[in-house]
């Protein structure tokens, strides 16, 4: 008897494709297509919701299998928007996609797909799974285990990544081949419910503008701010910021002052620290015992990782050390750890070390 599997479709070629790979694999197929985003009130055009909703019903057909509609919309702004708001008011940068993978897409969307009668999930992540643990996908640069680490063993033994082995050339390549609609779609950027909008005037619907400064490192005042929510560590766009030298970047910012620090230069010391420290791990595998614990790690998506030592774990707080300096490290990111091709799981960041520029005028006072 034929495994029967549930595909996540977005509408893009990724999750096309791992639809007809599962049904050339002997798989009974069905294909699920879920609204995050209530967009009815957008006139912008900016959320693709439509397009992408046509899109999926034209793969359906040309694959002939049958597919099923879900809305959680209510799920997604009570449990990741609600949150997105949340945690821009108190200053911090989050993740939408990390908890929109842990809470609606393998969580509701996972029960929801196995109240159908299925033996698992598939999804068009770049990633692999072996016996519950999690591995990069083939393609190191679209490999998306960063945004999946968040998951447990039990949900990874049913579920399925089946684009993991291809390169993402190959899989546009295959989808040509076999007629798929979505194989020259363009993939999807940026924060789904944001879209092509402006990232600060959409937010400016939640959070009103509150009046500020931008400083510089010693202090000094260089202009005026329209909220410190708006901004983000590394940010170089968007501050009006102009004059000799240079292009400015945001290097720490004070939500209770509502002061914006920036300094000139992608290399500024400002933007870099050998150290952080994170909390809410979510660990594949068991959590590190011994320590020092030597791995590799990356604080953010397109990112290589690096090398790192776990110091100690100490009351829920990892404490991390990087063999070189980090730039923007920034706070409520993920810092997602790995061994090899495995990915171990991470945890939030609560905060950088000492900023090279701070260390430096430390050393030179004393």
Known sequence: MKKKVAVALSGGVDSSLAAYLLIEAGYEVIGIYM????????????????????????????????FYTF???????????????????????????????????????FDKAFSLGVDYLATGHYAQTQDGHLFR???????????????????????????????????????????IKTHDKRDSTGICFIGKRNFKEFIKQYIPPEKGQFIDPEG??????????????????????????????????????????????EAHPALFSNTLTANEASWIVSPPKNFPYACTAKIRYRQIDVPCIIEKIEKETLYV??????????????????QGEECLGGAMIINRGQSLFESSRVSINT
């Open 35 to 66: 609204k995050n985003w209530d967009d009815s009130e957008d006139l912008s055009g900016a959320c693709p919701h439509v397009k992408d909703y046509q899109d999926v019903v034209s793969v359906c057909d040309h694959l002939n299998i049958p």
């Open 71 to 109: 809305d959680f919309t209510k799920e997604y702004r009570d449990q990741v928007f609600n949150h997105f708001i949340v945690e821009l008011k108190e200053g911090h940068t989050p993740n939408p996609d990390i908890l929109c993978n842990r809470e609606i897409k393998f969580k509701v969307l």
């Open 137 to 179: 996908g083939k393609d190191q640069g679209k490999d998306q285990t960063y945004f999946l680490y968040a998951l447990n063993q039990e949900v990874l033994k049913k579920v399925l990544f089946p684009i993991g082995p291809y390169e993402k050339s190959d899989v546009r390549q295959l989808a040509e081949e076999k007629g």
């Open 220 to 265: 000094n005042v260089l202009g005026e701010n329209e909220g410190a929510y708006y901004y983000t560590i590394g940010q170089r766009r968007g501050m009006g910021i102009g004059g000799p030298g240079e292009a400015w970047y945001v290097v720490d910012k004070n939500i209770k002052a509502q002061t914006v620090t920036v300094a000139q230069g």
């Open 321 to 338: 050390r990087f063999d070189e300096p980090q730039r923007a490290i920034t706070p409520r990111q993920s810092i997602v750890f790995y």
